[in-house]
């Protein structure tokens, strides 16, 4: 099984702030995929990265895949309210048609 | 478009009961993956399905199996159920389930086994 590690587990800032998250393994993925999942509802993908070294933005939002395809982090600028939610990673399987999801971070926006 | 529509939305049950949850997934989209999630372990992959055809399976016992109609509609089954199996149970689609593909996923079933 390919795990993949998060970190934090948990994260409370406040609004206007910067934060890292992280997702690490020691497998190699062809790509991995960032989701964001809010209380009640499924995940809804957020960017896939597919080659080492690539880097996407998505507004505030700043994905970084690692040059050896092991890792991945995941940057917001200027944090909202709205930002809100479990942060997922996931990584394609060696079985196929299926993801390897990491536990998560879970971040808290105050005002 | 239609998002994933799952039912129901809650289910409380009790040990030794079984249960059948229903995904409909997005027109057009044949693969249907269903993923367990806990707050300890996570998500975790169950079983995918594409043109009726189980593709893979996870890591679970043989309790839990499931199925794909012909028109990509898909069921799951827990039998014999336990308190462990109390979970947030995640159905997905894609077009054709293929690595890179974006999940659409439901709102999931909320499952309390008592």
């Known amino acids: 099984t390919q795990l993949l590690e998060q970190s934090p587990q948990f994260l409370s800032i406040q609004e206007g702030e910067n934060l890292t998250v992280y997702c690490n393994s020691s497998?190699?993925?062809?790509?991995l995929q960032w989701y964001r999942q809010e209380p009640g509802e499924g995940p809804v993908l957020l960017v896939t990265v597919v080659t080492g070294g690539e880097v996407k933005k998505l507004k505030r939002l700043t994905f970084q895949f690692g040059d050896a395809r092991k890792d991945s982090s995941l940057h917001i600028t200027a944090a909202q309210t709205g930002d809100t939610g479990l942060y997922l990673c996931a990584g394609d399987s060696n079985s196929g048609y299926a993801l390897n999801f990491g536990k998560g971070t879970s971040l808290l926006v105050t005002p | 478009k239609a998002g994933v529509t799952q039912t129901p939305r809650y289910l409380i049950k009790t040990r030794g009961q079984q249960v059948t949850l229903s995904c409909s997934p997005i027109?057009?989209?044949?693969?249907v993956s269903w993923y367990q999630q806990t707050p300890g372990q996570g998500l975790q992959f169950l079983f995918e399905?594409?043109?009726?055809?189980?593709?893979n399976k996870g890591n679970f016992p043989g309790r839990f199996s499931g199925r794909q109609f012909s028109n990509s509609r898909s069921e799951m089954n827990v039998s014999t159920l336990e308190l462990g199996d109390s979970a947030l149970y995640l159905c997905?689609?894609?077009?054709?389930?293929?690595?890179?593909?974006?999940?659409?996923f439901g709102s999931g079933t909320q499952l309390s086994v008592l």
């Open positions: 399905y594409f043109s009726e055809t189980q593709r």
């Open positions: 497998s190699v993925f062809s790509s």
């Open positions: 997905a689609s894609s077009p054709l389930g293929h690595n890179n593909e974006k999940l659409f």
């Open positions: 027109s057009g989209h044949r693969s």
